[in-house]
């Protein structure tokens, strides 16, 4: 440790007093460091804030400790941790400043390794979470429209999910799920069954068996997390709706709206366990009728649910704007206005302007008016 005296009642308040650790550090000896103000240790590279900071500690006559890269006699540079110190007679008269250096530069540098690393690995974490979602498929018919926002306040990845599959007799499943937890697990997770259920769902099972499957599967790879997950087979019809069966699993509700925005109705039936608790064995189903021009809404709880906040209160919200932008069904292309616009609202007004606390992924499904 480095140790230093300043005379503040002198004009610019320079050292008076260095002791040897100061000059092993720096490589000024005493004679050249005494009588000029310890600034002279910095250089072009060195942070003004950091300086800025010492400068008005010592006006205000308070203690302070900044890191600042400080430069060596002979050019080097090195990460100084720096904290001063007033010191007060006893009437209460400040007589000097002390001064403590420490030459901290492996510290800053391993740290500013692992944050590199850090944001390499999860920029490719996201990246690749990305990657797993769903191009939206053509349809005749529907329109789909699909948000993924991690949290602010995670390593940008987790277990949110949705997905959207053109199955092999015409019909459209439609997923999403919520794995628990905001890390590269939750991640990996999610990815083993969103696969999976693609899989499942090809066979052209019913909604409930394929959650039943899915669950059987959570059980014998003793996964760590548990997960949520609402699935839906959607079967147009000739008049321009369609009929929608579905199985959930521990998910919160998804909303429909028919057209013109008349009243919006949660989809809360064929509710069952979340995945990897317990097997149960056969999942209820359900099955609803979607006139046309109608908007179905699928969404995770990041979307709703914030600290603080009622989740029911949130749904509510979202059932809201739902209802506000769903168009009278006069013509396709009345019909499937407005929907990317509607994404936006809903992920926007979701956190109420406060740092997002949990991942949000919304799956919006239009049917196309009556022509």
Same mark, same amino acid.
């Given at each position: 440790?480095?140790?230093?005296?300043?005379?503040?009642?002198?004009?610019?308040?320079?050292?008076?007093?260095?002791?040897?650790?100061?000059?092993?550090?720096?490589?000024?000896?005493?004679?050249?460091?005494?009588?000029?103000?310890?600034?002279?240790?910095?250089?072009?590279?060195?942070?003004?804030? @950091?300086?800025?900071?010492?400068?008005?500690?010592?006006?205000?006559? $308070?203690?302070?400790?900044?890191?600042?890269?400080?430069?060596?006699?002979? #050019?080097?540079?090195?990460?100084?941790?720096?904290?001063?110190?007033?010191?007060?007679?006893?009437?209460?008269?400040?007589?000097?400043?002390?001064?403590?250096?420490?030459?901290?530069?492996?510290?800053?540098?391993?740290?500013? &390794?692992?944050?590199?690393?850090?944001?390499?690995?999860?920029?490719?974490?996201?990246?690749?979470?990305?990657?797993?979602?769903?191009?939206? +498929?053509?349809?005749?018919?529907?329109?789909?429209?699909?948000?993924?926002?991690?949290?602010?306040?995670?390593?940008?990845?987790?277990?949110?999910?949705?997905?959207?599959?053109?199955?092999?007799? #015409?019909?459209?499943?439609?997923?999403?799920?919520?794995?628990?937890?905001?890390?590269?697990?939750?991640?990996?997770?999610?990815?083993?069954?969103?696969?999976?259920?693609?899989?499942?769902?090809?066979?052209?099972?019913?909604?409930?068996?394929?959650?039943?499957?899915?669950?059987?599967?959570?059980?014998?790879?003793?996964?760590?997390?548990? @997960?949520?997950?609402?699935?839906?087979?959607? &079967?147009?019809?000739?008049?321009?709706?369609?009929?929608?069966?579905?199985?959930?699993?521990?998910?919160? +509700?998804?909303?429909?709206?028919?057209?013109?925005?008349?009243?919006?109705? $949660?989809?809360?039936?064929?509710?069952?366990?979340?995945?990897?608790?317990?097997?149960?064995?056969?999942?209820?189903?359900?099955?609803?009728?979607?006139?046309?021009?109608?908007?179905?809404?699928?969404?995770?709880?990041?979307?709703? &649910?914030?600290?603080?906040?009622?989740?029911?209160?949130?749904?509510? $919200?979202?059932? @809201?704007?739902?209802?506000?932008?769903? +168009?009278?069904?006069?013509?396709?292309?009345?019909?499937?206005?407005?929907?990317?616009?509607?994404?936006?609202?809903?992920?926007?007004?979701?956190?109420?302007?406060?740092?997002?606390?949990?991942?949000?992924?919304?799956?919006?499904?239009?049917?196309? #008016?009556? @022509?």
């Amino acid at each position: 440790m480095s140790f230093t005296i300043a005379d503040p009642h002198q004009p610019d308040t320079p050292l008076i007093w260095v002791n040897g650790a100061f000059t092993r550090i720096t490589g000024y000896p005493f004679a050249e460091a005494v009588g000029r103000n310890c600034r002279f240790l910095q250089g072009p590279r060195s942070d003004r804030a @950091a300086a800025a900071r010492l400068g008005e500690a010592q006006r205000e006559c $308070r203690p302070t400790r900044v890191e600042i890269l400080n430069y060596r006699k002979d #050019g080097g540079t090195f990460w100084n941790e720096i904290a001063i110190a007033p010191v007060f007679d006893g009437a209460g008269r400040l007589t000097h400043f002390v001064g403590v250096q420490d030459d901290v530069t492996a510290r800053v540098e391993a740290r500013a &390794e692992r944050e590199e690393l850090y944001g390499r690995a999860h920029a490719v974490a996201e990246m690749l979470q990305r990657s797993l979602l769903p191009e939206m +498929p053509t349809v005749p018919g529907l329109t789909f429209v699909a948000r993924y926002l991690p949290a602010s306040d995670t390593a940008r990845v987790g277990g949110d999910w949705y997905d959207v599959l053109s199955l092999p007799d #015409g019909r459209v499943g439609l997923a999403i799920g919520d794995v628990m937890g905001h890390d590269l697990p939750a991640a990996a997770a999610m990815a083993q069954l969103r696969s999976t259920l693609r899989a499942y769902a090809w066979e052209l099972v019913g909604p409930g068996e394929v959650l039943e499957r899915l669950d059987r599967l959570a059980q014998g790879l003793a996964m760590d997390s548990f @997960a949520t997950v609402f699935y839906a087979i959607l &079967e147009p019809n000739t008049s321009g709706g369609a009929t929608l069966s579905y199985a959930n699993a521990g998910h919160l +509700p998804p909303l429909l709206c028919a057209a013109g925005g008349g009243p919006v109705h $949660r989809l809360s039936d064929a509710h069952s366990l979340l995945l990897g608790v317990s097997d149960i064995g056969a999942r209820d189903e359900a099955s609803v009728a979607l006139p046309p021009g109608s908007t179905l809404l699928l969404y995770t709880d990041g979307l709703v &649910e914030q600290r603080g906040r009622d989740v029911e209160d949130g749904i509510d $919200r979202a059932a @809201a704007l739902l209802a506000g932008h769903t +168009p009278p069904p006069a013509s396709r292309q009345v019909a499937d206005s407005g929907l990317e616009g509607l994404a936006d609202t809903l992920t926007s007004q979701a956190t109420g302007g406060e740092p997002q606390q949990d991942d949000i992924a919304v799956l919006l499904v239009r049917l196309a #008016g009556a @022509a």
